[in-house]
């Protein structure tokens, strides 16, 4: 598919899906409706009355913990970051996403089906030129006590390098790094199938606090403390850390805007990628928002 990275776009049709929700177990049904230039890509709990809309924006990430949460006028959507991500890829400019429940379906654990449902729906360019988050100046972040490592750095193009950092025995050194040159065909040929993941010991004392009740080895690759115990095994020899990859995709297009810097993290997460956007934001020579013909490509 042809993307014309002058114009913003939408959708073609509107389209829906249904899943659980990886941490309530709830059912809930989602609803993709094509929305007009310049509205942003916003969650709508149509469950509410009145509807409460929020926009998908890193000023309204609520909570990082175990997913990405954005709240607005007291109410939440949580786990966005697998749709955000799928939206990134299609770069969609403009979507109403009208949501039953508090919690995007987890679906696969990836962002497989929906991409599957954005091929199905088509994207439209609209007559309204899109802007791109320029990244103009390094901004570096650290956790100490997790000695995570985030950075955003000027970058002609999207580029993201994430390394993790676990030590277990099924997780070994080649498995720990990847690049990734953002372009839709990469993403659905290298990212877009790579499931989220946890470890059994996570997982039962999640339980334990009424969490995770959606999350089945369907949804999850999940690991003891010897081995992943999927039957099937891996979808790639490095899924976890690609997954990462799509995880920052999603957390990164909370900018409103396509990304045109290089991400590189070390032992990064939904926290890590928030706490980097506000900083850089927080700099006001850091970051210029541009139009794609002031980019000087080739287009
Ligand atoms: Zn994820």
Same mark, same amino acid.
């Given at each position: 598919m042809r993307i014309d990275r002058l114009l913003q776009r939408t959708i073609r049709t509107a389209i829906k899906a249904q899943g659980v929700g990886v941490h309530s177990g709830k059912s809930v049904k989602i609803f993709l409706k094509p929305a007009p230039p310049n509205t942003g890509i916003v969650f709508r709990r149509i469950d509410l009355d009145p509807v409460v809309e929020i926009p998908a924006s890193v000023h309204h %990430? %609520? &909570?990082? =913990? /175990?997913c990405t949460c954005i709240g607005y006028q007291g109410q939440s959507v949580n786990t966005v970051e697998h749709i955000m991500s799928a939206l990134a890829a299609f770069s969609i400019d403009n979507l109403h996403i009208d949501i039953t429940d508090k919690e995007i379906p987890i679906m696969d654990g990836s962002a497989a089906q929906f991409i599957f449902l954005l091929q199905a729906a088509g994207v439209v360019d609209q007559p309204v030129q899109r802007q791109y988050f320029v990244v103009k100046k390094t901004v570096s972040i650290t956790d100490e006590q997790s000695g995570a490592v985030a950075t955003l750095s000027p970058f002609n193009g999207y580029r993201i390098d994430i390394t993790i950092d676990y030590d277990? *025995? &099924?997780? *070994?050194?080649?498995? !720990?790094n990847a690049v990734f040159d953002f372009s839709l065909t990469e993403f659905v040929r290298r990212v877009a199938r790579s499931r989220t993941f946890g470890f059994l010991s996570d997982y039962n004392s999640l339980r334990k606090k009424g969490? =995770? /009740? +959606? !999350? !089945?080895l369907n949804n999850s690759i999940c690991l003891d403390d010897a081995a992943v115990?999927?039957? &099937? +095994? /891996?979808? @790639? @020899? &490095?899924e976890l850390v690609r997954h990462k990859i799509l995880d920052a995709v999603g957390d990164h297009y909370l900018l409103g805007y396509p990304l045109q810097g290089f991400f590189k993290g070390f032992k990064t997460g939904h926290a890590m990628n928030n706490r980097l956007l506000l900083a850089v934001l927080s700099d006001p020579d850091a970051w210029e928002i541009k139009h794609a013909n002031e980019l000087g490509w080739n287009v």
């Amino acid at each position: 598919m042809r993307i014309d990275r002058l114009l913003q776009r939408t959708i073609r049709t509107a389209i829906k899906a249904q899943g659980v929700g990886v941490h309530s177990g709830k059912s809930v049904k989602i609803f993709l409706k094509p929305a007009p230039p310049n509205t942003g890509i916003v969650f709508r709990r149509i469950d509410l009355d009145p509807v409460v809309e929020i926009p998908a924006s890193v000023h309204h %990430v %609520v &909570d990082t =913990a /175990l997913c990405t949460c954005i709240g607005y006028q007291g109410q939440s959507v949580n786990t966005v970051e697998h749709i955000m991500s799928a939206l990134a890829a299609f770069s969609i400019d403009n979507l109403h996403i009208d949501i039953t429940d508090k919690e995007i379906p987890i679906m696969d654990g990836s962002a497989a089906q929906f991409i599957f449902l954005l091929q199905a729906a088509g994207v439209v360019d609209q007559p309204v030129q899109r802007q791109y988050f320029v990244v103009k100046k390094t901004v570096s972040i650290t956790d100490e006590q997790s000695g995570a490592v985030a950075t955003l750095s000027p970058f002609n193009g999207y580029r993201i390098d994430i390394t993790i950092d676990y030590d277990h *025995p &099924d997780i *070994p050194d080649k498995c !720990s790094n990847a690049v990734f040159d953002f372009s839709l065909t990469e993403f659905v040929r290298r990212v877009a199938r790579s499931r989220t993941f946890g470890f059994l010991s996570d997982y039962n004392s999640l339980r334990k606090k009424g969490m =995770a /009740l +959606g !999350s !089945s080895l369907n949804n999850s690759i999940c690991l003891d403390d010897a081995a992943v115990m999927n039957r &099937d +095994g /891996l979808r @790639f @020899f &490095d899924e976890l850390v690609r997954h990462k990859i799509l995880d920052a995709v999603g957390d990164h297009y909370l900018l409103g805007y396509p990304l045109q810097g290089f991400f590189k993290g070390f032992k990064t997460g939904h926290a890590m990628n928030n706490r980097l956007l506000l900083a850089v934001l927080s700099d006001p020579d850091a970051w210029e928002i541009k139009h794609a013909n002031e980019l000087g490509w080739n287009v």
